[in-house]
């Protein structure tokens, strides 16, 4: 699930996914008057609740405010809808080439909590 059509093009590039995309059209901004029905969410929620065969919803939002807040709403709006479905979300944390000394707290802290063993 991304926010935009131009968020399926990085991900298809990379070649780690192999599902469906579903698009929302926006993140939800009550600020700037984008309330959840202004999104393709009933939509999304339609197709998880129609026995589609979705065991994972993947929540690719952007990392911003609205993003994270869409993120968690769809989340708890996934998991009432239907309990033993799959909600992840993209890991976050340092770009490839950056250096630790330009990160900030907040990316730092999701990598460190996200580390993998190697």
């Not at 901004?29 to 979705?54: F, K, Q, Y």
Request: net charge negative; aromatic share 4%.
């Amino acid at each position: 699930m991304v926010e935009q059509p131009s968020d399926v093009i990085p991900i298809e590039r990379s070649g780690e996914f192999h599902g469906r995309y579903h698009v929302l059209g926006g993140a939800l901004s009550p600020i700037d008057g984008v309330d959840p029905e202004h999104l393709h969410i009933g939509e999304l929620l339609g197709r998880v609740s129609n026995g589609a065969g979705i065991s994972e919803v993947v929540i690719a939002t952007n990392a911003t405010t609205t993003g994270e807040a869409t993120a968690l709403y769809l989340a708890d709006a996934l998991r009432e809808r239907a309990p033993e479905l799959a909600v992840t979300r993209l890991a976050s944390g340092l770009p490839v080439g950056s250096d630790l000394e330009y990160a900030d707290e907040i990316t730092l802290g999701r990598a460190l909590r996200g580390r993998q063993a190697l």
